[in-house]
């Protein structure tokens, strides 16, 4: 059976959800009433137990124990032991991974730790239509190196086979496009830039908890990602940076902070990093925040990202057909084909800000990405099937009723 046999009926969902081996999973997560939340893929849910996690953490831990729990409460160790959490879920062996800063930072430390690994070579390729961080980023990176750097961006400038020669140092990818849900081939790709001497920089923003990744099979140089999107860590939660054992030795960037020296207590006057993936950590962590990712890892006992894999391409096949069949003028940009799909469905629209604003007013909340994507993520920890026929009936609603005429769903916010 395909996924798409399951689009007949708003019952057929409903009975698809009862026989959902994943269903009990949404009851980890405190998720308003009358809300279909189809933007986990911006900011996930609230895991229930991290209200209990961080109250302990804020009276018991901070309030009454004070600096002693720095040692008692594990807190110095939490960006590694979350690390191998994170590492476990992106195929990524214990001791190559640390929780820790932004996703931003994370990619500026493995850019440079990247360049200085092939410091004979003075290109970074990116992508024309990465995130805009990463390029800003990148940017950065390539004035930290002390060398010349240039930039070659795939899209504007060529195809990743004409950009890469012996000139190229670093190539740094998504996963998966944040605008169109495109899924790289992040295998082949990777064997590419390796046959042409480079390194490879995966940001893993919209994949990360969601679709599978294969750090150590892959051979992959560094990874980055933040964890609260698809991970459910909560705003601004730390980020991760994974980097191959065999690059740890020699791997330096510039953040050479304390918290990545070999003996930070021994308060020596010279930075000697540390042996391992602590030398990717800077400075002191944000424990509270560190506590989110714990109980957000925690909602993810027991199940396989395999699994979560593999609703979510039903989901986004469902809603692919639902809304192909009810508007069958809308441009879905996402790949039809699972294997080259993320978990999000983007539909290009010219009056698609206005869409998405009354769709939220609606219960179904989604997001808009300029100059026209009406984006939907869809996390399949929490959502049902038939949240997705109910998604796509409002939708459809929104549409014909050219909700856009109507000014009030015009007016932008900050955070769109
Ligand atoms: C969300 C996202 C980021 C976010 O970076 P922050 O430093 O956490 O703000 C970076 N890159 C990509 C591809 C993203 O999707």
Not at 167 to 195: N, P, W
Not at 205 to 232: M, Q
Request: with cysteine.
């Amino acid at each position: 059976m395909t996924p798409f046999d399951t689009a007949v009926s708003r019952d057929a969902c409903a009975a698809r959800d009862t026989s959902d081996p994943l269903a009990a999973l949404r009851d980890r997560f405190v998720l308003p009433q009358g809300m279909i939340y189809l933007d986990g893929n911006s900011l996930g849910p609230l895991p229930r137990a991290a209200v209990d996690m961080f109250s302990y953490t804020i009276e018991q831990e901070w309030g009454q124990n004070l600096i002693k729990s720095w040692n008692t409460a594990g807190w110095f160790d939490m960006p590694l032991r979350l690390g191998d959490r994170i590492g476990a879920l992106i195929g990524a062996a214990p001791g190559q991974t640390v929780v820790c800063d932004t996703t931003s930072i994370n990619l500026y430390k493995a850019v440079c730790a990247a360049s200085g690994l092939r410091s004979d070579r003075d290109v970074i390729v990116a992508e024309a239509a990465s995130f805009p961080t990463d390029l800003y980023i990148i940017e950065g990176a390539m004035k930290s190196t002390g060398r010349p750097m240039k930039r070659r961006l795939i899209g504007a400038d060529g195809p990743l086979d004409a950009l890469l020669d012996d000139r190229v140092a670093v190539v740094v990818l998504s996963h998966v496009d944040y605008r169109t849900g495109a899924l790289m081939d992040v295998a082949a790709i990777t064997e590419q830039v390796h046959k042409a001497g480079a390194l490879v920089v995966w940001d893993l923003c919209h994949s990360a908890g969601v679709i599978e990744f294969a750090f150590d099979a892959d051979a992959i140089d560094f990874a980055v990602g933040c964890t609260y999107k698809y991970l459910n860590g909560g705003p601004g939660s730390p980020a991760f940076i994974s980097v191959a054992s065999r690059h740890q030795a020699a791997a330096s960037h510039p953040l050479s902070g304390w918290w990545g020296h070999a003996a930070p207590f021994d308060f020596d006057r010279d930075f000697r990093p540390d042996a391992g993936i602590k030398r990717f950590l800077c400075g002191t962590q944000p424990i509270i925040s560190l506590r989110g990712v714990d109980a957000a890892l925690d909602a993810l006992e027991g199940v396989t990202v395999a699994a979560l894999r593999h609703k979510s391409l039903a989901l986004t096949a469902l809603f692919i057909n639902r809304v192909s069949t009810l508007l069958p003028d809308l441009e879905i940009v996402t790949p039809r084909d699972p294997t080259l799909r993320g978990s999000q469905v983007a539909i290009a629209f010219e009056h698609g800000y206005a869409v998405v604003q009354a769709m939220i007013e609606r219960g179904v909340i989604g997001d808009f990405r300029a100059p026209d994507i009406m984006r939907f993520g869809f996390a399949p920890l929490y959502l049902r099937f038939q949240d997705i026929w109910d998604a796509a009936e409002i939708l459809a609603a929104c549409v014909r009723a050219e909700v856009w005429r109507d000014p009030r769903y015009s007016r932008r916010s900050a955070v769109t």
